[in-house]
């Protein structure tokens, strides 16, 4: 146990004695993970906001004179179309020049007024570019709220009384038609965005860390060294794991805190309703659990870096090694983040996924205590094999002298 002890301590003070280290370690990923997110989302929120303030240019084939009356009451300019130019206008959709156009049947007025039970009804059709930003909001708002709220005009001239061929109306707005749990629409949201960020920053934060303390010492030959002390190779692979599992869960704590700390502030720059009522609840179950499987975590990346770490043969090559690995895990992350509906029971025994799934059900408040069983004793268990094997690679000297 003192072993164990000297190296931790040895370990855990050469990083803390290092102000680069603890700013490059602790601060700057997570510092830049969020000012990207904060940066992308005002970007989106801006691109919105231009969108929405655009005036669409729209052209009309065709215009009925009640359609030129309607566009007149509502505000709306429109433009039409001369006589063989159509062609035109569609190929300035193309380029991205004009938004919509109108195409009306011809004498649609005199259709609408003349028409009787079996005659085709008149077809309107909106041509736009739903590759571009405006043709596609002009197609929304001028192509289908506007020609909806110009029928029902029509349709008023004709019956009178619009009730009289309404049967019921529905409600998609009223806030009382929601029965809902704040906390888990909260949790849903913290849900989607943070077992993706702790599970890719929880491992980039092991990554450099881990690399350094062993690939690192054998390269400088301090490795050589600390190996003839009286201090077992066990003390120094369980002593390394600990110390590494120790900074990576302390990092994992200042990540989620700073995430969760500035999540309704990036909300907010994202635009929309995502930050309105945002508040973060969580119970001490919940934290509980979080803890926990944020250590069992930290545990197997720990491992499996200093796994990588014992038979690389330099910083280089083990940086190799562990960027598919990384990789892997950034796929895992987002698999996890657009994934819904029912998690299938063997997903819970496939290791590192199986976290991220927990993870997300945790925030959600959706997990089961089989689940994080399973979960945690899978991760827990993959992480004491891999220190066996770690322990195993100390004891060889082929291994080390490489």
């Not at 997110?37 to 691109?47: A, C, E, P, S």
Request: negative net charge; proline residues 3%; contains cysteine.
């Amino acid at each position: 146990m003192n072993g164990i002890k000297q190296i931790f301590q040895k370990e855990m003070a050469r990083i803390f004695r290092d102000k680069k280290m603890v700013f490059s370690v602790f601060i700057l990923p997570v510092a830049i993970m969020i000012g990207i997110l904060m940066v992308t989302g005002t970007f989106q929120k801006r691109m919105l906001s231009n969108i929405e303030g655009h005036t669409p240019i729209v052209y009309v084939e065709n215009e009925p004179e009640s359609f030129q009356q309607f566009c007149e009451a509502a505000e709306v300019k429109v433009k039409p179309v001369k006589e063989g130019e159509v062609e035109k206008v569609k190929e300035k959709i193309l380029k991205g020049d004009v938004d919509l156009l109108l195409s009306f049947p011809e004498n649609m007025d005199h259709k609408i007024a003349e028409y009787q039970t079996g005659d085709e009804i008149p077809e309107i059709l909106p041509y736009y570019n739903p590759g571009e930003d405006y043709s596609k909001e002009a197609f929304d708002t001028v192509g289908g709220t506007l020609l909806e709220t110009y029928r029902q005009v029509l349709l008023g001239q004709r019956v009178g009384n619009l009730e009289q061929i309404e049967i019921f109306k529905v409600d998609r707005e009223s806030e009382a038609i929601q029965i809902k749990d704040e906390d888990k629409v909260n949790g849903k949201v913290l849900g989607m965005m943070l077992p993706y960020f702790i599970t890719i920053l929880l491992f980039a934060g092991a990554m450099g860390l881990g690399v350094d303390m062993i690939t690192g010492e054998k390269e400088r030959g301090t490795m050589a060294s600390l190996l003839v002390t009286p201090v077992k190779r066990s003390s120094i692979v369980l002593g390394k794991v600990f110390a590494l599992m120790a900074l990576t869960g302390i990092s994992s704590v200042i990540y989620v805190a700073a995430m969760v700390a500035c999540m309704p502030i990036m909300a907010k720059t994202m635009g929309g309703n995502i930050g309105d009522g945002f508040k973060i609840s969580m119970d001490v179950k919940q934290i509980i659990m979080l803890g926990t499987l944020l250590i069992a975590l930290s545990f197997l990346y720990s491992t499996l870096i200093a796994l990588v770490s014992v038979f690389a043969k330099s910083m280089k090559e083990a940086s190799s090694y562990i960027m598919p690995m990384y990789m892997l895990i950034l796929v895992i992350g987002l698999s996890t983040m657009f994934s819904f509906g029912n998690t299938p029971e063997s997903s819970y025994w496939i290791p590192v996924y199986n976290s991220s799934v927990v993870l997300k059900e945790i925030l959600t408040q959706e997990v089961t205590i089989l689940h994080y069983v399973i979960t945690l004793l899978m991760t827990f268990g993959m992480g004491v094999i891999l220190t066996g094997v770690i322990v195993k690679a100390f004891e060889s000297e082929k291994v080390m002298a490489s």
